[in-house]
């Protein structure tokens, strides 16, 4: 499927009109486009097997995010979340990406980490030697449980082990290093983590305890980089701003915290859209930033000689194409046709290139003029239409909140009676 995401006053029509453009990009059937287009009909059966004591579903907005060009690659981008601005601001970052040659990106390979906790051992140092020592045999033990996922190239491919004191005394903690090729990989690891707890019992004469995946994915990581040239961001003071604001980040932890959920808006919308574990990519995220004792971006910032500016991220990434909602849920699986990637290091890539774009878009708003411009037109309309404006005068009336600054739903009502009238 070939896709051109370069699609203009693609915001300006009509949402029936977005999704019958987006239906023939990406060739949709009915089926798929009724599950985009009105999650309501969605069978509640679907949802009443994914999670317990289901009582109804919350629908979240899905926005396509325009304009990506990644390794040379266009990409439409479904993004579900209820923040204003997130969508446009994505789509207008990656415009001006497109115009110094869209982002390069790369990945690692998919591998996980899976965690057993060994405790009461005698000699931490001889047990470690011990499971080092019968490394090919443990792997082999582990990959016993999924002889698919070898096949197809994944599995278990190490182990380490690491010594660590804790509050209740030392510990071994043993690393399994598993390959999960499409998925995100926390079923196969946690099975393999099981399968080798006895094993490592028997080698190291301790108890294990914990046996599971950690969301601290080190050895799955994707980075993205790209170029703005300083007439699409406003000139050179606005370059300095951006870069000023991104080492304000790196010094200060109230601030840095603000910068890098800006990066997760873009990254974690996506996630949703198509059926991922937020949480697992947020928790991994976070603490990879705190990686090396202090908290900081995850992305960096840089003034080129010409005055443009180039900015770069890395980031773990552990995103499926397989398993879970990505295969249960219809809409999820929609959106995963939309956004057409391949391999799930692949879809790392494309998800380091948004997080990138939006970390852009959002210190570049608070450089230039202020994150609040952008936010408060659409949040007008929210008020406009909470305060019972008919659909044919929601516009008028957040234009006129919005003139006044006066976005409060008193005025509104005030504004709606005087159009009434």
Not at 132 to 159: F, M, Q
Not at 227 to 239: A, I, Y
Not at 264 to 269: A, D, E, F, L, Y
Not at 291 to 297: R, S
């Amino acid at each position: 499927m070939v896709v051109n995401s370069r699609l203009e006053g693609f915001y300006k029509l009509s949402r029936e009109e977005r999704l019958k453009l987006i239906a023939e990009q990406c060739n949709l059937s009915d089926d798929e486009m009724e599950a985009l287009g009105d999650p309501g009909s969605m069978d509640m059966g679907v949802l009443d097997r994914m999670i317990e004591n289901v009582v109804g579903a919350i629908p979240i907005p899905v926005g396509i995010a325009t304009n990506f060009k990644v390794n040379g690659k266009d990409y439409l981008i479904p993004m579900a979340i209820e923040e204003p601005s997130v969508v446009a601001a994505a789509s207008n970052a990656a415009k001006g990406a497109r115009d110094t040659g869209g982002f390069k990106a790369s990945a690692t390979e998919p591998v996980m980490i899976g965690q057993i906790q060994m405790v009461k051992v005698k000699n931490p140092d001889a047990a470690s030697a011990k499971i080092s020592e019968n490394k090919t045999a443990l792997i082999e033990e582990a990959n016993s449980v999924d002889p698919l996922l070898v096949k197809l190239g994944g599995g278990a491919k190490d182990i380490l082990s690491r010594k660590i004191q804790s509050m209740t005394g030392p510990m071994v903690i043993v690393h399994i290093l598993v390959d999960v090729r499409d998925a995100m990989g926390a079923n196969a690891v946690n099975t393999m983590a099981e399968k080798l707890a006895p094993a490592l019992e028997r080698i190291t004469g301790g108890k294990a305890r914990l046996r599971i995946l950690s969301n601290l994915a080190t050895h799955r990581l994707a980075r993205a980089t790209a170029t703005w040239s300083k007439d699409f961001l406003g000139g050179e003071e606005v370059v300095d701003g951006i870069v000023e604001a991104y080492s304000f980040a790196a010094a200060d932890i109230y601030r840095c915290a603000t910068h890098n959920k800006g990066i997760m808006n873009g990254i974690t919308s996506v996630a949703l859209a198509t059926g991922n574990d937020t949480r697992a990519l947020e928790a991994g995220a976070h603490s990879f930033a705190s990686l090396h004792g202090a908290y900081q971006p995850l992305t960096q910032w840089r003034k080129e000689r010409n005055g443009d500016l180039t900015g770069t991220i890395e980031i773990p990434l552990a995103v499926g194409l397989i398993g879970g909602a990505t295969k249960s849920h219809p809409v999820a699986r929609t959106n995963l046709k939309i956004l057409g990637v391949e391999s799930s290091t692949e879809f790392a890539m494309v998800l380091a290139s948004v997080g990138l774009a939006q970390n852009l878009a959002a210190i570049r708003a608070l450089a230039a003029e202020g994150i609040q411009k952008g936010h408060m037109r659409l949040h007008a309309r929210n008020i406009a239409a909470s305060a019972g404006a008919p659909p044919e005068l929601v516009e008028e009336v957040a234009s006129r909140l919005v003139a006044e600054g006066k976005i409060r739903m008193d005025r509104a009502k005030e504004i709606i009676d005087e159009l009434k009238r």
